[in-house]
């Protein structure tokens, strides 16, 4: 069990280090920030938190002095909370507002400070053993230290968790709102921690043991500082992710698109403006230049298609609409280029329009429903 105690203190340790490492690098062009330095402060509390439960875990004494260490992960963990709560007024108030509220919240940390610092002393903390701060083991004045450290723990969850929401509608679409709806989720899940936690000590005071339960705590601890080390910085390298994801979906609607285009450019030479092989790296490009070609080369096949023929037997059973429909487009385009290469025109023949009701003005969607029928169009030729 302190295994995998030990082991979520590590990850909660390495996800915080690993954020402080990132936001660090940005120094230079955000030091003037003081949102920024709030930042930084706040992740080098989290840091020092758990690396202080990993110390904990390890042994008994710290610097010389019976569970210190347990003292200053529990300190260190307040002034975490009350920075992430005055980051968060940063992130959503304005400068005068954001300024009285963190005076509120300092003033508070302070507080909760001095008292755990005096009950943890005036419980004998340096002289007793560790697992007595685990559970407090019927200790009076070891139960209130713990119930008090949990509920300063508790309460920035509860008001982080409301003002997210608000906050994130007000942000509109942006990797602030990505943020700010991060933080509810960590808010919700170290809150998660705070009842596992309380349910630990109340059931322990009361002599009742749960097993295995316990690490719940310790479980909902490390996922929620993961979910809150990614919150933290999510304004920073989400767009990037935007970004490589958008250029990851693009490439596969590229390479998907390529049977189609293949057919059509040998069937329509023409439709292509540069040679096949010529080396372009602008993904965005080739891709819009594809979707173009293949618009010109289906023009090219209308007087081949069949106004008559079907085609959506190749769909699966139960596929919608658009699966049937880009199925018929595809079968049809397949039929068409036979046609042409023999010569053969249908009595009824598609001799104008596009795409059957399709929005050629969005490129997104174009390039999605032409997607599907490119995969239609493989699908059929490889049951062909």
């Known amino acids: 069990m302190n295994t995998i105690k ?52 390890g042994g008994d004494r710290f610097l010389g002095v019976g569970n210190l260490a347990i003292l200053v992960m529990h300190v260190s963990a307040v002034a ?40 943890f002393f005036v419980a004998n903390g340096p002289g007793r053993p560790a697992a007595d701060f685990n559970t407090g083991s019927g200790q009076p004045l070891v139960l209130v230290y713990l119930l008090v450290f949990i509920v ?5 969850c509860v008001t982080i968790f409301r003002q997210c929401g608000p906050y994130a ?13 991060l933080l509810s989720v960590a808010a919700v899940v170290l809150f998660l921690y705070c009842l596992a936690r309380t349910v630990n000590i109340l059931t322990a005071a009361g002599g009742l043991d749960i097993g295995g339960w316990q690490l719940a705590s310790n479980v909902f601890s490390a996922a929620g500082i993961v979910l809150l080390s990614l919150s933290l910085t999510i304004s920073s390298w989400g767009a990037s992710v935007t970004r490589l994801a958008t250029w990851a979906r693009n490439y596969r609607s590229y390479r998907v698109l ?6 059509l450019y040998e069937s329509s030479p023409d439709i292509v403006l540069e040679p096949p092989g010529a080396a372009v790296s602008d993904l965005d490009y080739r891709l819009h230049r594809r979707v173009v070609e293949i618009r010109d080369g289906w023009r090219d096949l209308r007087p081949y298609i069949d106004r008559t023929a079907g085609g959506d037997g190749g769909a699966a059973a139960g596929a919608g609409e658009e699966a049937r429909q880009a199925y ?18 249908p009595a009824e023949s598609k001799d104008a329009g596009g795409f ?10 174009e390039v999605a429903w032409l997607t599907k029928v490119a995969a239609a169009y493989r699908r059929l030729g490889d049951a062909g």
């Not at 007000?170 to 990505?178: D, I, N, T, V």
């Not at 059957?356 to 969607?365: G, M, S």
Request: proline share 3%; net charge positive.
């Open 152 to 156: 300063s723990q508790a309460v920035p």
């Open 258 to 263: 390529h049977p189609l285009w293949r057919d």
């Open 356 to 365: 059957d009701d399709r929005d050629n003005e969005h490129f997104p969607a």
């Open 169 to 181: 509608r007000m942000a509109g679409k942006s990797p602030l709102r990505q943020a700010l709806r």
């Open 6 to 57: 030990t082991l979520c203190f590590v990850i909660a340790a390495l996800s915080s280090y690993a954020a402080l490492v990132y936001r660090l690098s940005q120094f230079r062009r955000s030091r003037g920030d003081s949102a920024y330095r709030t930042l930084v402060i706040t992740l080098v509390l989290q840091c020092l938190t758990f690396t202080m439960g990993a110390v904990a875990m």
């Open 80 to 119: 975490f909370c009350v920075s992430a709560q005055i980051i968060l007024l940063h992130w959503a108030s304005t400068a005068e507002d954001a300024a009285r509220k963190s005076r509120f919240w300092l003033l508070t940390g302070g507080a909760l400070t001095a008292l755990l610092v005096a009950l």
């Open 328 to 345: 018929t487009e595809a079968a049809q385009i397949r039929q068409a280029l036979r046609a042409k290469r023999t010569g053969t025109r």
